[in-house]
Structures are given as C-alpha cells and as structure tokens.
C-alpha cells in the first residue's frame, strides 16, 4: 500500500495514494478535458505584507473545443497530448516497441497484443542449458544431469 503525505492546517497527516490514483485513472479513461495551455491572468491586489501593491496570478483555462464547458475544480485537464509510446523519439530517447519482448500467451499489461502496440511479434526459439533429473543422495549431496532445453522469445516488430 502506497500512501502520501499531505499538509492539512496546521499538521502534516498521512493520506492514503490508492485512492486518489484510482480518482485520477477514472477521470483520465472517462472525461479528461483538452485546454489551451494554461494563461495567467495577472491582477493587482493589496497584500498584507507591506504597504506595496504586488502581482497576484490567478490561472484560467480556456476548453480547446469550444463545445466543452469550462472545467470545473475536480476535473483532470491536460494540455499537451501523451507521447506516442508505440514510436521511436529520438528527441525524448525513446525507441519506440521494436525488439521490446513480450509474452505471447498473456492478455495483461506484458502481452504482445499491449506491448507492441498490435504491429505483431517474432517467434525466435534459443537453445540453452539447465539442471535437470537432480537427485538428494542421504546425507548432504545433490546430483543433477545438464539438459538442453529450448526457450521461445518473443520481441515486438
């Protein structure tokens, strides 16, 4: 269990993390809302410390599709689309999925399906020692024969 430390009032307390990033993953698959980057509209104000007037920012968000409506405190906004992970970036350092290895036989996050982006996978078997037939001899000794087994890797397209 992750948690996070958050300062409430006067006293720091500990928040548990799997709830807010459970809010932050339904908001993302279900309704987060594209902006224009943020602005900052700058405003005077009177502040206490001195008798100076200072610069205050207050940040406004402005929809890209005009057909949204401005987003409300608990929405997740964003401004910059997510990197293309499937493609190579050389300009980030990312090489994109190919030669990336996978599980053929999974459907989860390790499968070749998700971890190739659907552009598909090679098959390339390899050939490899292991102990194998090992035997416990009474007292205190182990015997095993060295076997040559076949393992199947499969790399990302």
């Not at 993953?25 to 001195?50: D, H, Q, T, Y």
């Amino acid at each position: 269990m992750t948690s996070a430390v958050t300062r409430g009032g006067d006293w720091w307390t500990e928040t548990k993390a799997e709830p807010f990033g459970l809010s932050l993953w339904s908001k993302r698959k279900s309704n987060a809302k594209k902006v224009k980057r943020p602005v900052v509209l700058l405003c005077l104000m009177r502040c206490f410390e001195g008798n100076d007037w200072q610069e205050r920012g207050r940040l406004s968000l402005i929809p890209a599709d005009p057909s949204q409506r401005q987003p409300s405190r608990g929405d997740l906004v964003f401004y910059q689309n997510s990197p293309a992970f499937c493609d190579a970036d050389t300009a980030i350092g990312h090489h994109g999925v190919a030669g990336r290895r996978c599980n053929a036989t999974s459907r989860g996050e390790d499968g070749c399906q998700r971890m190739c982006c659907g552009r598909g996978y090679t098959s390339t078997t390899r050939p490899g020692r292991e102990r194998c037939n090992c035997v416990f001899h009474w007292c205190c000794r182990v015997t095993c024969d060295t076997c040559i087994v076949h393992h199947i890797e499969h790399t990302c397209i």
